[in-house]
């Protein structure tokens, strides 16, 4: 069976499978976290421009679930980039959360117009790892290039890029760039959702080798994807707020694909992301500010 966990490479240890926030309005996050930690999951990913910080953290108490059993994840938002910026955009997270430690803190975007910025926001997220405020830190959606720029403009190997992979968009050159410097992928969009939200006619979770492989399995689709996640060793983030595909998307821990099925999946890959080009966002386009 596929460890349930990871490794980072500060050697702080992570569940594979969380849950994720993005789209999950407020009013229904705290009882999509509360669901998910009653099912078992134990990582939770937020972010400051997902404007439910505080509703996961009353999920997270709500739960029942000992803080110290949970690994919150945050991310800290292009508006709030620079150095004094960031340390402040974490103070404002924190304080909607509820917590007084970070598991997991990512910059979510690269400001590629600015990327001095977004340097000083990672210094800025060093000091908070020196002074234990989070426990790893890292980026998303940073181009190989990017990663190798700021790997050598800062003193810490981001633990993380969390990327857009499902199927239909397996990213081979960025999670090589991952894997060359030890970085953990974590897969956004897991199991399509980037491809379901903006109506594109394909859905992974419709695609003819994966029904068959769940058929075979008697497995649904979306188990059968993040079964695929698992294999290949990266950790991912399913977003529900629904209480059943929460459960489904977790039960996912008893079976095993075989080396050519998952070679079936890799196959399946379009090269088309589903959403912008991410270097393509900046201030003036998405600089949106993030509240007290
Ligand atoms: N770093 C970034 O830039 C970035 C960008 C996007 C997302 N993310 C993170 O990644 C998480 C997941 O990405 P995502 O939300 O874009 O996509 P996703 O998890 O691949 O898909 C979510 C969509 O699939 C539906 N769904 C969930 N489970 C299902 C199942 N078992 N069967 C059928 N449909 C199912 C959800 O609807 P219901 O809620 O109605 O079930 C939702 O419409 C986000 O929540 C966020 O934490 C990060």
Redesign the pocket.
């Known amino acids: 069976m596929t460890q349930t966990h990871v490794t980072l490479n500060n050697g702080v240890k992570m569940p594979a499978l969380g849950l994720?926030?993005?789209?999950?309005a407020p009013e229904e996050t705290t009882g999509a976290v509360v669901t998910a930690l009653q099912t078992g999951y134990r990582l939770i990913?937020?972010?400051a421009a997902?404007f439910n910080e505080r509703e996961v953290g009353e999920g997270i108490r709500r739960s029942g679930i000992d803080r110290s059993e949970i690994f919150v994840e945050t991310?800290l938002w292009m508006s709030d980039y620079g150095y004094d910026e960031a340390l402040h955009g974490f103070e404002k997270s924190v304080r909607k959360l509820g917590v007084d430690q970070v598991d997991l803190l990512l910059l979510?975007?690269p400001l590629a117009s600015d990327f001095g910025k977004t340097i000083a926001a990672y210094q800025a997220i060093e000091t908070l790892l020196t002074d234990g405020r989070v426990r790893a830190i890292g980026v998303?959606?940073q181009t190989p290039a990017e990663l190798d720029e700021l790997i050598s403009r800062t003193g810490v190997v981001p633990a993380v890029n969390?990327i857009?992979v499902?199927p239909y968009y397996t990213q081979p050159q960025w999670r090589a760039a991952n894997d060359r410097h030890g970085i953990l992928t974590q897969c956004?969009?897991?199991?399509?959702?980037?491809y379901?939200?903006r109506d594109f006619k394909k859905n992974p979770?419709e695609d003819s080798v994966i029904t068959a492989i769940a058929d075979k399995y008697s497995k649904?689709?979306?188990q059968v994807i993040l079964r695929w996640h698992l294999e290949h060793g990266f950790s991912a983030?399913?977003?529900?707020?629904?209480a059943h595909?929460i459960a489904?998307?977790f039960d996912v821990f008893d079976f095993a694909l075989t080396t050519g099925e998952i070679a079936e999946i890799d196959a399946l890959d379009t090269g088309v992301r589903g959403g912008p080009d991410?270097d393509s966002l900046n201030l003036a386009s998405h600089g949106f500010v993030i509240p007290e």
């Open positions: 994720g926030v993005f789209q999950s990913d937020t972010a997902y991310k979510h975007q998303s959606n969390q857009q499902h956004w969009s897991p199991i399509g959702g980037a379901v939200y979770l649904t689709p979306a983030i399913p977003k529900s707020v629904k595909r489904e998307n991410p």
